[in-house]
C-alpha cells in the first residue's frame, strides 16, 4: 500500500513560518499570524482542518506523526491535519497536506463537524489551540499512497469504534485531538 516517496513536501521547519488564520469562538476571522507564533504557549485560536480517509468497510487510515514533527510527534493522529493559508479553501489545503503528507491524489472532502480543542504538548512545549474543520474522505484500501518520511513514521487502517475504546485505554498513544474528530466523523451532529 504505501511507498517511499520520491517528492519532498516543504520542511516542518519552512512550515513554522506560513501563516495560518487567526479566529474567534464562533470561528470568524480577525486576523493571521505565523504557524509557529500560534503554537507558542499560550496559544492563539485558530482555523485548521483534520481528515480522515475513509474506506468502504468504513475504517479510517491513521497516521504516526514523525519524529521530527514541532508537536506530539510520533502518535498516532488522524490521516492528515493542517493549516489554510489565510484565503485559501478548507479543500484546497486539504488536498494540499494529503499531496505533502500522503502523496494522496485529490479527494473529494466532505465537512462532518467542528472541534474546538487546546491542547499542550509537555514534549515540545508547543500549544494547539484550533478551530478544528474536520474533513471526510472516501478511499478504497488499495489507494496507492507514498507517505513522506519527513512527516508520517507509519500508517494504519483501523476501526472507528474500536479506536474510539483504545483512546480511552491508551490516550497517549494518540494526538490529544483525535477523539474529538473520531467523534465528529461517527456523530456528525456532535457540538463542539
Known amino acids: 500500500m504505501t511507498r517511499p516517496s520520491t517528492r519532498k513536501a516543504p520542511s516542518v521547519t519552512s512550515r513554522e513560518g506560513h501563516l495560518v488564520e487567526l479566529v474567534d469562538d464562533a470561528g470568524q476571522a480577525h486576523g493571521e499570524t505565523t504557524v509557529s507564533a500560534a503554537h507558542q504557549p499560550p496559544g492563539q485560536l485558530h482555523r485548521a482542518f483534520s481528515v480522515l480517509l475513509v474506506d468502504p468497510a468504513g475504517r479510517v487510515l491513521l ?21 489554510p493559508t489565510p484565503g485559501e479553501s478548507l479543500v484546497e489545503a486539504a488536498n494540499r497536506r494529503l499531496r505533502e503528507e500522503l502523496g494522496a491524489d485529490p479527494v473529494e472532502l466532505t465537512e462532518v463537524g467542528v472541534y474546538v480543542y487546546y491542547a499542550e504538548d509537555p514534549a515540545t512545549g508547543r500549544v494547539e489551540f484550533e478551530y478544528d474543520h474536520v474533513l471526510r474522505g472516501r478511499v478504497r484500501p488499495d489507494t496507492p499512497l507514498r507517505p513522506d518520511p519527513d512527516e508520517v513514521a507509519e500508517l494504519r487502517w483501523v476501526d472507528p469504534v474500536e479506536l474510539e475504546a483504545d483512546l480511552d485505554v491508551d490516550p497517549r498513544a ?17 457540538p463542539r
Open 63 to 83: 497516521q504516526r506523526r514523525a519524529a521530527v514533527k514541532t508537536r506530539f510527534p510520533m502518535r498516532w493522529a488522524n490521516s492528515c491535519c493542517g493549516h
Open 174 to 190: 494518540y494526538a490529544p485531538w483525535l477523539g474529538g474528530v473520531v467523534n465528529r466523523l461517527l456523530r456528525p451532529s456532535a
